[in-house]
């Protein structure tokens, strides 16, 4: 059943990046699977459904690179760069999807209804990254001039723009590996944020 399910985003999250959202029919996502259209339905009470849990897919992978980069581990330096890698590969599994949302007001409003209730949403992202920041900065490798979410927004929006770009784009027009941008972005936002 679980497997099924999984299959079933995959399937979903496949079309959506070929044909986009508003172009794929749970009948597509029943015969990518080999499953009859009732049989998808089994699994998903509608096709909305389906697309609210592919958003929710990728968000685990994010809260994992916290497992290992936790306040006072390693430097500073990796931390953050291992941080801003992680929320890039997220932005880049998100980003299509996400447009499309924000391109169907229907499918906008039902996914505020559905996930606004639980708490989640991208600013979780930014939540999250300021936890660690006040974790780092109660230890002292932050200073503490500059409240943790205005950082966590310094080193999330320019990875989110960065994605945009090379989506929007087809390619990096800075001509850099998420590696070497992740690490420079890091360079940037340090320079402000040590303690003095």
Request: with cysteine; aromatic share 10%; net charge negative.
């Amino acid at each position: 059943m679980r497997e099924t399910r999984q299959k079933i985003l995959d399937a979903a999250e496949k079309l959506i990046l070929l044909k986009g959202l508003a172009h794929v029919t749970t009948k597509e996502i029943a015969r990518e699977v080999g499953l009859s259209e009732g049989a998808l339905y089994r699994h998903f009470d509608h096709k909305e459904e389906i697309f609210f849990a592919l958003m929710a897919t990728h968000l685990p992978a994010f809260y994992d690179a916290f497992q290992t980069h936790r306040g006072g581990t390693a430097t500073l330096r990796e931390n953050l760069a291992a941080l801003a890698l992680a929320a890039i590969h997220y932005y880049v599994q998100i980003l299509p999807m996400g447009v499309s949302f924000l391109a169907d007001t229907e499918l906008l409003t039902q996914f505020r209804a559905t996930t606004q209730p639980l708490g989640l949403g991208p600013h979780n992202l930014f939540e999250r990254v300021a936890a660690y920041i006040e974790e780092e900065q109660q230890l002292g490798r932050i200073g503490q001039h500059i409240p943790p979410l205005n950082i966590a927004t310094l080193l999330l929006g320019p990875c989110f723009q960065w994605v945009f770009n090379r989506l929007f784009l087809g390619s990096d027009p800075f001509h850099k590996t998420e590696q070497q941008f992740a690490e420079e972005l890091v360079q940037g936002v340090l320079a402000g944020i040590l303690p003095s």
